[in-house]
């Protein structure tokens, strides 16, 4: 049992001394009676785990919930993404396709267009690799 926990402890060691974590959110324009806020960005914050050059997979806040996040890169900037809810996950789907543009170090921004149910949105992201 012992080597069992270390065996496990040491995997998840290494697994997150290689990863590379990103943290991200879209930017969200508030309604014409409100102004600008912290909220417009923190809204829809989340957290992927980059699994290899390919991949990434993690969680974004979407309202009160939480909803599971994939990504996989076409290029260096350029990526697919699929986000869906935690309940009704098939049903409710959103699919998109954006790029990454560096701004300065590890800090992007992230256009992006998104459709769900046949209507499509553009939004502005902006992220950080960890």
């Known amino acids: 049992m012992k080597k069992t926990i270390l065996t496990t402890v040491?995997?998840?060691?290494?697994?997150?001394?290689?990863a590379q974590f990103r943290v991200m959110s879209n930017v969200t324009t508030p309604n014409e009676?409100?102004?600008w806020s912290v909220d417009n960005f923190t809204n829809n914050l989340g957290?992927?785990?980059?699994?290899?050059?390919?991949?990434?997979?993690?969680?974004?806040?979407n309202g009160d919930d939480y909803d599971f996040?994939?990504?996989?890169?076409l290029s260096n900037d350029m990526y697919l993404s699929v986000q869906a809810p935690t309940e009704g996950a098939t049903d409710n789907?959103?699919?998109?396709?954006g790029m990454s543009i560096k701004l300065w170090n590890d800090l992007y921004?992230?256009?992006?267009?998104?459709?769900k149910d046949d209507e499509g949105s553009f939004n502005?992201?902006?992220s950080y690799k960890l």
Do not use: H, W
């Open 10 to 18: 040491i995997a998840l060691f290494c697994l997150s001394a290689s």
């Open 109 to 115: 921004v992230e256009p992006n267009y998104t459709t």
């Open 69 to 73: 996040l994939g990504r996989y890169s």
């Open 33 to 35: 009676d409100a102004s």
């Open 93 to 97: 789907m959103t699919l998109g396709f």
């Open 124 to 126: 502005v992201g902006l």
């Open 47 to 61: 957290l992927g785990y980059q699994v290899n050059d390919n991949v990434m997979v993690g969680f974004q806040k």
